[in-house]
């Protein structure tokens, strides 16, 4: 793709500033541009699916889907590099990402969408953009409520699942907070595959009253860290796996492990049994959802990433944290290079709740 880029996205997307963030380190070139009412039909051109972001380059090529956008991008600029060098430790980015592409941004529109101020905020916020200061049809903000509360199930959220999402909230902040009381990024002096995966969510999690809060509360290292990687730098390299194996463990065994695998490996096998619903026991409870052929397909690939990496201190890490038997291909995938072709499972319409629409 040729700079310059216009990325369309939105300020409400945590997708959106995920790839605004990640431009931004690596100095490329782009317009920002929002989705309005006025810019509809102009977005319309190059999105395949009515979701934000979509990167279009200076000869009208158009990208949609953050993790592919990031992909391309790091593969034709390489510089600065956000990808650690030791393998162990890239892997684990990857898969940090993915958690919060799937896992967290589940309690971003739970928050968002289940409780009245915040609902109430992002639903101003919201019609605000797209009416860009004119005059708002009466009860819009009301129909944009419930259009988006009536979508809260696709990520599993109800008042039954509502203490499992919003403890495993807490939890990350806590083991995110202490990992970033020591340096400005999760694995050093410059952001990876982890910090912006993590950022799109979280930054909106902060921009909410009641998840805001809570981060203001309990994660100040947090706080800070959201505000540097809205512009984030190079401040230093990588720090080696040994550095930050401790918190890494923490993080997966009492969350990547317990929570966002065992909630995937479910989801998989109920796409592959073309199941009508996930039901699967996280911490104690029981968490249903709609199966989401789009997480089956990332968890396929994650697999794979997984798969075609012999290194002894990836495995030693996975093994104790319990996350090695989940993240194994299942028997029926005979290789990793056999998983792509699960994209052919992927339909086009399966609905998205995460990226704003």
């Known amino acids: 793709m040729t700079a310059p880029f216009r990325l369309y996205g939105a300020e409400l997307s945590p997708y959106s500033l995920k790839v605004r963030s990640f431009l931004r380190l690596k100095g490329i070139e782009f317009e920002w541009l929002t989705r309005t009412g006025a810019r509809q039909e102009e977005f319309a051109r190059y999105a395949k699916k009515p979701l934000l972001p979509v990167l279009v380059d200076a000869e009208d090529n158009a990208l949609q889907e953050s993790s592919s956008i990031i992909d391309r991008l790091e593969a034709q600029f390489p510089e600065p590099s956000i990808t650690p060098e030791e393998p162990a430790l890239a892997f684990v980015a990857a898969l940090i990402e993915d958690y919060a592409d799937e896992w967290l941004n589940k309690a971003m529109f739970h928050y968002r969408w289940s409780y009245p101020e915040d609902q109430e905020s992002a ?56 990992m970033l009381s020591a340096r400005p990024y999760l694995f050093g002096g410059r952001p990876s595959l982890a910090d912006f995966g993590l950022y799109g969510q979280l930054a909106q999690l902060l921009s909410d009253p009641t998840p805001g809060a809570v981060l203001r509360a309990q994660a100040p290292n947090v706080v800070r860290w959201i505000e540097r990687m809205d512009s984030p730098r190079v401040e230093g390299g990588f720090v080696a796996l040994a550095e930050v194996r401790e918190d890494l463990a923490a993080l997966l065994r009492e969350e990547i492990g317990s929570a966002y695998l065992v909630w995937m490996d479910a989801n998989a096998r109920a796409v592959a049994d073309d199941a009508s619903g ?8 029981n968490f249903t959802q709609k199966p989401q052929r789009t997480a089956a397909k990332a968890f396929a690939a994650i697999r794979s990433k997984r798969a075609a990496l012999d290194d002894a201190a990836l ?11 989940l993240l194994a291909l299942p028997k029926t995938l005979a290789s990793p290079e056999m998983a792509p072709d699960l994209d052919a499972e992927v339909g086009d319409d399966d609905e998205d709740e995460g990226e704003e629409d």
């Open 315 to 325: 495995a030693a890490l996975l093994e104790e944290t319990g996350c090695a038997a």
């Open 123 to 178: 639903a101003k916020r919201i019609t605000d953009m797209i009416f860009e200061g004119a005059e708002k049809p009466e009860g819009i903000e009301a129909a944009v409520r419930m259009r988006m509360t009536g979508r809260l199930y696709h990520v599993g959220s109800s008042a039954e699942t509502a203490g499992l999402i919003e403890g495993s909230f807490t939890r990350l902040l806590s083991i995110l907070d202490r």
């Open 278 to 285: 996930v039901s699967v026991e996280i911490a104690g409870a």
